[in-house]
């Protein structure tokens, strides 16, 4: 097995060109667990841990850069005002140790159902960027887009994450997360929230209940109209049992689960349904409260 250790990213991207079936490596909470238990050997490490400008971040206009390998532990404590929901998410990622090494750009790269910061990802808009390079140059590639398929991704063999452009939040975000015990846990199921009154959109995320991270369409789609339609995001007023209800229950209906050895479909179905009333309720609340405050 090779051992790549660039010093620079025009070093990296040179040496994944050269071996593309090198897999990268940051913090390696997920590289590592696999390769201890022989579920993956690649031909070539390639350890990004000497380029410093992945582990950085930065704030332009409405926009947060979030280099790949800031790890969840710096998310937390630097970007919970800016980034909520992603912060919450990282607050439940395995313990303080692999907080402290895991990243957002190593979730993406695995594209595992399960990752939990695909949910905040997600519900944190349309706009969210993935960086990808090469040595043939740079593409940002929309959220929606990046993930095909039960840990793939739409990567090319040459291509290395860089960076997440993330939306600066303008509303209430949550994220909730059903494992079977507390903590060092993968998700049974897991869902995102976050609220957009500037463009009067919802933003949604559904984690470890389908082949891929996906949205709750429909759920979107229902709630922007009933906001949009009886003057909610003015008035910040009630929405009313029977629409938190039918949110829940369209998430429901986006998720596609399986049986498996962490949970079964019909139960992942119903806590998603129930972590969507949750979600809901908690950020609708919150922003009634700001509505109010300004009032």
């Known amino acids: 097995m090779e051992f790549l250790r660039p010093a620079t990213w025009d070093e990296a991207l040179a040496a994944k060109a050269e071996y593309p079936t090198a897999l990268p490596i940051s913090g390696g909470t997920d590289v590592m667990v696999e390769m201890n238990f022989d579920v ?41 005002g800016p980034l909520p929901g992603l912060a919450l998410a990282a607050h439940t990622v395995g313990s303080p140790q692999i907080r402290n090494r895991g990243s957002v750009g190593g979730n993406l790269g695995a594209a595992s159902p399960a990752g939990d910061s695909h949910p905040a990802l997600l519900a944190a808009g349309r706009d969210v960027l993935v960086e990808a390079a090469s040595v043939r140059g740079t593409r940002l590639i929309p959220i929606d887009d990046f993930y095909t398929g039960v840990k793939r991704n739409s990567l090319e063999a040459d291509e290395l994450i860089r960076a997440v452009h993330i939306p600066v939040a303008d509303g209430p975000q949550q994220f909730s997360k059903i494992g079977t015990r507390n903590a060092m846990v993968i998700a049974v199921c897991a869902f995102g929230f976050a609220l957009h009154p500037k463009n009067g959109t919802v933003g949604t995320g559904i984690g470890s209940a389908a082949p891929t991270p996906r949205r709750a369409v429909e759920a979107e789609e229902y709630l922007q109209g009933v906001l949009a339609e009886r003057g909610l995001w003015e008035s910040g007023d009630l929405l009313g049992a029977e629409v938190i209800q039918r949110f829940g229950e369209l998430v429901r209906a986006a998720a596609s689960p399986i049986d498996d050895v962490r949970g079964t479909a019909d139960y992942r179905k119903h806590a998603l349904a129930v972590m969507a009333r949750r979600t809901l309720t908690w950020t609708w609340n919150d922003y009634g409260k700001q509505i109010r405050s300004a009032a």
């Open 40 to 80: 993956h050997r690649p031909s070539a490490i390639l350890d990004l841990n000497r380029i410093g400008d992945l582990a950085t971040w930065s704030i332009d206009g409405d926009t947060v850069r979030l280099g790949a390998a800031v790890p969840y532990s710096r998310i937390i404590d630097e970007l919970s």
